[in-house]
């Protein structure tokens, strides 16, 4: 790429950053995580990139764990405890993987961020129903029908 190239390529990453929801945040942060993981586990020569994507991870999942042990976390209790618990598991298997080296303990993972990325990424109910509402029109305004 050209310097030229890579200067709109930064600028239109900042702009999209900007514009994302701390949803679309996480799941793009989940997505990346998840990507790192399954390059290090189809990779047998560099055991460096391997702890170090795992070690990543490990370090967005610990992120997710101060912010639901938080208590101005608005997400119903329910969720925080199998979220807090599904942390628990990818510290596990974090753990036994940067232990062992054993690539294929990757794979369930990566089901797991990309699961919850998608999860993120699905608008809510009101979300949908807000967006698919007709416009409101101001006072006073003629709509023709042809």
């Known amino acids: 790429m050209t310097p030229a190239t890579n200067e709109k390529l930064d600028v239109y990453k900042t702009h999209q950053r900007h514009n994302e929801s701390d949803r679309d945040i996480e799941a793009r942060a989940l997505l990346i995580c998840a990507s790192q993981l399954d390059a290090a586990r189809t990779s047998k020569e560099n055991s460096e990139f391997y702890m170090e994507a795992i070690k990543r991870n490990q370090q967005l ?28 598991y990818v ?17 369930s993972l990566i089901d797991i961020n990309r699961g919850i990325a998608t999860g993120l990424s699905k608008k809510t109910k009101i979300e949908n129903m807000v967006s698919a509402a007709p416009p409101v029109l101001p006072t006073g305004s003629v709509t023709t029908t042809a």
């Not at 912010?67 to 976390?73: Q, T």
């Not at 510290?91 to 794979?107: G, I, N, Q, T, Y």
């Open 61 to 88: 999942w610990t992120i997710f764990q101060v912010a639901l042990c938080d208590p101005g976390n608005p997400l119903p209790r329910e969720l925080k405890t199998t979220l807090l618990n599904l942390s628990c």
């Open 91 to 107: 510290d596990r298997v974090s753990f036994r993987a940067l232990a062992e080296f054993k690539p294929p303990l990757l794979s």
